[in-house]
């Protein structure tokens, strides 16, 4: 076990934090209700545009893609929750999907219809100039509201590759007013349990002009169709520098803040694990979420491992979701307010580097246990044979050419 985990490093944290006025048992029973959504397509094959590692013992279907999840609640304690992605996901028969779902103890989370792959979709989707083409994308769109209510999922879940590659390709304006006209026909369609999630990107595959590139863009669709179309925000979806967290702070306090594909990045879309590369943004943006006692949104982690073992990979993501958490709910709001009243520039920073730097490691094993997860999820998983045992019933490893979802 890691150092930070052991039980005595537990008795003086709590005992460190008690002494600086925080209420230890609070931030235990709020980090317990942390639930998080992880993405059927993680679990799976993925890879670049240069090739896909198939590796052993990936699932064969979503029925395995399920059981991975499950593996992954279990170690931690806060995963009960399934995006699914169709027709990734696609299945005869969904109220076995369903009934599976439940038998593992998990939830299906957001439905994420797929828009990007059919030949058709060369130019577009719901923005397609071609209006034969856009009632194809409408019609996947609207079926997948009705695969959500068969699964009891509570959200759409819609990320678009729309776009241009040079300029003068297709009309700006007629883009837009298509796109608006398909998503007011789809919105029309989402029942009231359900909300309907739209994900910006600047670029990628559309180099030129993506049709939703940037949050004031989803947002600005948002607000033409509805209460419950809400913007979500997909930490690898900005230009350098953005300040993310300010995005989280606007749209939550327009309340449009749908929720989160979750994933750290160097450069781009590199869908790497949570936290890995940038762990201090991961905190700020937990403050603003927990800022002022707000309810969370929905949080998923979007990821495409490549070379990394998919089900630790999850497995470290979440871990690296609730440590984020844990040091958010730590922060001393009230010094934190006193020293910006004040104007103490820098007081109020070392408010939030004393939470950053508190090693919650213990205070997060201890929760786990609780929940009756591990308390060293990794070190479990290492040693509980999973991998070795799915290799063995699922099959081997392969290299294919590059491409997604196969
Ligand atoms: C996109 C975006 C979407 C995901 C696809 C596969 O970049 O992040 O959320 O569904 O990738
Ligand atoms: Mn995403
Ligand atoms: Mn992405």
Request: glycine content about 10%; some cysteine; overall charge negative.
């Amino acid at each position: 076990m890691p150092e930070g985990m052991n039980m005595d490093n537990y008795n003086q944290l709590a005992r460190r934090l008690r002494d600086g006025g925080r209420d230890v048992e609070a931030v235990e029973a709020a980090l317990a209700g942390l639930t998080i959504e992880t993405p059927s397509w993680g679990y799976g094959d993925s890879g670049t545009r240069f090739a896909t590692f198939r590796q052993p013992g990936r699932p064969r279907d979503v029925f395995e893609r399920l059981d991975d999840a499950a593996e992954v609640h279990r170690l931690t304690g806060t995963a009960p929750v399934v995006a699914l992605h169709f027709p990734w996901d696609a299945v005869d028969d969904l109220d076995a999907l369903r009934a599976h779902a439940e038998r593992l103890g998990l939830r299906i989370g957001a439905v994420n219809p797929n828009l990007f792959q059919d030949p058709a979709y060369r130019l577009g989707s719901i923005a397609h100039p071609d209006e034969h083409v856009r009632a194809k994308a409408v019609e996947h769109l609207l079926e997948c509201i009705e695969i959500a209510s068969r699964l009891g999922s509570g959200a759409q879940s819609l990320w678009f590759a729309d776009g241009t590659n040079y300029p003068g390709q297709d009309d700006l304006t007629s883009r837009r007013h298509r796109l608006l006209e398909s998503l007011r026909e789809v919105y029309a369609a989402v029942p009231e349990s359900q909300e309907l999630l739209l994900e910006y990107k600047p670029f990628e595959p559309a180099f030129y002009a993506a049709d939703l590139a940037d949050w004031g863009s989803a947002l600005l669709v948002c607000q033409r169709l509805g209460d419950r179309a809400r913007v979500l925000i997909d930490l690898g979806h900005h230009p350098q520098g953005t300040n993310v967290e300010q995005i989280v702070t606007i749209l939550a306090e327009e309340n449009r803040l749908g929720g989160f594909h979750f994933n750290n990045r160097k450069y781009a879309d590199d869908d790497l694990v949570v936290g890995s590369v940038n762990p201090f943004e991961l905190f700020l943006i937990f403050c603003e979420l927990t800022a002022g006692g707000r309810p969370l949104p929905r949080l998923t982690v979007d990821q495409a491992h490549n070379v990394e073992p998919k089900v630790e990979a999850m497995v470290l993501s979440v871990l690296n979701l609730q440590e984020a958490y844990a040091k958010a709910l730590l922060v001393d709001r009230s010094a934190l307010a006193e020293a910006q009243t004040e104007g103490d520039v820098l007081g109020g920073h070392e408010r939030l580097l004393d939470a950053f730097q508190t090693d919650v490691r213990p205070l997060c094993a201890r929760v786990r246990a609780g929940l009756g997860a591990a308390e060293d999820p990794v070190a479990a998983l290492r040693a509980s044979g999973y991998a070795g045992r799915a290799a063995a019933e699922r099959g081997g490893a392969a290299t294919v050419a590059g491409g997604w979802g196969r």
